[in-house]
């Protein structure tokens, strides 16, 4: 095995009480441990609490303010700008089924999508509101650039604790990196949520987004205090656990960020990384509308899910696969789950 793999005993890493979740300081300089510590989640739940990240507070809550701004904008004016097969547009309430098996979602989205990553821009059905402000649209292509920035930046910490070999390289921490290219299409998205306060006997109305996996490679996401929903299925207990708001420990700065693993890096490592079900639910309680960012990371369309070049995952690739193998293409993958969720 190679001499450059860091020692894979599992952190004992602390967790808050009632918070099923690790909670990983990506500013620490110590890089070795970070890796390790990061894998070591992901491997264990799919999940984990970002600190360290360079989001301040003031712009995390502007761009909650856009959100609630756009859906409080007349029905009329948000259905010009439909969800498409792009995988961008306004997506109405009870539009989406995450969970085929169950009921529609009460919810209402935006997703902006077809982005230039050299730019920030989207492309596809963007409503004219977030255009014809000058100020509103630069604000917007920042953070979908600073959020690709962060996820990369986690693919190439993530790369460093697998230890990929590629072209003789110790570790080959481009792997991830290098299959995102700023130009090409992709199925990257920026998606606001709403997700409306509902008084309601009916116990299956809680369940606001089902039960479902993340298409894409990696995700990010914003919530805020008492507005949780988001629960997991946990692979460690078996059964669905409430992840929580919790507060960041660098002053100023905005919460911790969810992020968890999407279907891609979980083919790409063979499941080492977890592909975690998890769904929204509301509680009896639930007093406060909820409103969520997400980004969700996916690499070039063309980009194969084949597995990474990584001793960690021998045991589950084996020592070699078939030259004829076939590996579907990250857009086959999506189009494939936007089919099931969407009906096309």
């Known amino acids: 095995m190679s001499s450059c793999l860091p020692n894979r005993s599992l952190l004992s890493i602390e967790k808050m009480a009632g918070n099923p979740l690790t909670t990983v300081d990506i500013s620490k300089p110590d890089k070795v441990t970070v890796a390790k510590e990061l894998l070591d989640a992901l491997v264990s739940q799919g999940f984990v609490f970002i600190d360290g990240h360079d989001f301040q ?73 977030f255009i014809e402000d000058t100020s509103r649209h630069e604000f917007v292509k920042k953070t979908i650039l600073k959020l690709n920035q962060l996820a990369l930046d986690l693919l190439v910490v993530l790369a460093r604790a697998l230890d990929i070999q590629d072209n003789d390289e110790c570790p080959g921490i481009e792997w991830f990196t290098s299959r995102y290219k700023p130009t090409s299409k992709s ?24 039960a479902h996996t993340d298409y894409g490679s990696m995700t990010l996401l914003f ?50 990384l977890k592909s975690t079900i998890h769904r929204v639910r509301f509680s009896n309680a639930q007093a406060e509308d909820r409103y969520s960012i997400v980004f969700f990371s996916h690499p070039s369309d063309e980009t194969l899910l084949e597995p990474v070049p990584s001793e960690l995952l021998r045991d589950r690739t084996g020592r070699g696969v078939a030259k004829d193998t076939e590996y579907i293409t990250a857009l086959q993958h999506l189009q494939k789950k936007i089919a099931n969720t969407y009906g096309y």
């Open 223 to 272: 919530q805020k205090e008492h507005q949780e929903g988001l629960e997991i299925y946990s692979p460690l207990s078996k059964k669905w656990e409430k992840v929580p708001f919790i507060t960041s420990s660098k002053p100023g700065m905005a919460p911790p960020i969810i992020v968890n693993i999407g279907d891609l890096l979980s083919y790409w490592t063979a499941g080492l």
């Open 57 to 129: 507070a003031d712009e995390v809550n502007k761009i909650f303010d856009l959100s609630k701004e756009f859906f409080k904008l007349p029905l009329e004016y948000k259905q010009k700008f439909p969800f498409d097969s792009s995988n961008s547009g306004y997506i109405q309430f009870n539009r989406e089924n995450l969970d085929p098996s169950q009921k529609k979602d009460f919810k209402e989205g935006l997703n902006f999508s077809g982005i230039d990553f050299t730019s920030g821009e989207p492309s596809g059905p963007v409503p004219e509101w």
């Open 187 to 210: 199925g990257s998205t920026l998606r606001f949520l709403h997700y409306p306060a509902q008084n309601s006997d009916d116990e299956s109305s809680e369940v606001r987004a089902g």
